[in-house]
């Protein structure tokens, strides 16, 4: 079975500074997907950022970037320029590559940003 | 496009009773999964519906059950509630299943309270 791990209950940047929130994970497919999910206070999920197994660029969104090591399976979001709105909760999630929905969450990691 | 909507979105039942939670997917989405998010245990899958059937189900006791409809709305119901059925229940739909990458999109969920 797939396991979703983030190490770090908690996080805090300065705004416009720059911070990275870890994950990893274990899975014996060689093909799927991870995603960031945010989860700002009492409001809906919304995806950040998705990785595709397969390519090994990592993926960028605007400040939003990831480090995505295969072989470690280790997958870290980068906040570039942090700002007051980015203060959510962030999950990491795994999804394999067909015939499911399914994501298979971390613990999430609580970002406060500090003006 | 209307966004993934549920109801209600707040919920106070007793211990013992049933309720049931309606999920309204994105027009268009035929795939629409749910969660179990609690402080303890996190975001935890419950199941998943394509076209009326469910593909994909996650451990939990059989008290909890789902259905979907020929328009693609999902309900969701617990019997005989416990205390700890204590969640937000998120609900999130997706278009396709044969394609390579499905983005869900989640609902504001559903917050329960047992009593």
């Known amino acids: 079975a797939q396991t979703v791990t983030q190490s770090q209950p908690e996080m805090s940047v300065q705004e416009a500074e720059t911070v990275t929130l870890s994950c990893t994970y274990d899975t014996s497919e060689s093909d799927y997907y991870l995603f960031w999910y945010k989860q700002p206070p009492s409001r809906q999920m919304i995806l950040v950022i998705r990785q595709e197994a397969y390519k090994q660029q990592n993926a960028t969104e605007n400040r939003f970037s990831v480090n995505f090591q295969k072989a470690a399976k280790s997958f870290s979001l980068k906040i570039s320029d942090s700002q007051l709105g980015d203060a959510a909760m962030y999950f990491c999630?795994?999804?394999?590559?067909?015939?499911?929905?399914?994501?298979?969450f971390g613990t999430g990691t609580r970002l406060q940003v500090f003006p | 496009k209307a966004g993934v909507t549920q109801t209600p979105r707040y919920l106070i039942k007793t211990r013992g009773q049933q309720v049931t939670l309606s999920c309204s997917p994105i027009s268009g989405h035929r795939s629409v999964s749910w969660y179990q998010q609690t402080p303890g245990q996190g975001l935890q899958f419950l199941f998943e519906y394509f076209s009326e059937t469910q593909r994909n189900k996650g451990n939990f006791p059989g008290r909890f059950s789902g259905r979907q409809f020929s328009n693609s709305r999902s309900e969701m119901n617990v019997s005989t509630l416990e205390l700890g059925d204590s969640a937000l229940y998120l609900c999130?739909?997706?278009?396709?299943?044969?394609?390579?990458?499905?983005?869900?999109?989640f609902g504001p969920g559903t917050r329960l309270t047992v009593l």
């Open positions: 999630a795994y999804r394999s590559p067909m015939g499911t929905d399914k994501l298979i």
């Open positions: 999130a739909s997706s278009p396709l299943v044969a394609s390579s990458y499905n983005e869900q999109f």
